[in-house]
């Protein structure tokens, strides 16, 4: 079998506030749209309940050997899709 491999296909980035050295934040991810052969995820991080920054990303699953989207398998897309953001 091909291997396969998931690279970012776009990004955006807000930064709401500045982060200081030494602070711990918290991390989240949400799923906002499972598609055929892509998948676009909203991951922000937190400090003291402040948003200090939030992105959406969009990864693409191919084939390695060619670059090319494949879609995914139908174990994976179930995975995702049990972690899609509530509206």
């Given at each position: ?11 955006e980035a807000t930064f709401n506030a500045p982060g200081k050295l030494g602070e711990e934040w918290q ?61």
């Amino acid at each position: 079998a091909d291997q396969t491999a998931v690279p970012t296909a776009s990004v955006e980035a807000t930064f709401n506030a500045p982060g200081k050295l030494g602070e711990e934040w918290q991390w989240h991810l949400t799923v906002e749209r499972v598609g055929r052969t892509s998948v676009k995820v909203r991951v922000w991080g937190t400090h003291d309940a402040q948003t200090k920054v939030e992105s959406t990303m969009t990864l693409v699953h191919i084939t390695k050997s060619t670059g090319r989207p494949i879609e995914w398998s139908p174990e994976l897309k179930d995975k995702m899709t049990l972690y899609l953001e509530k509206e």
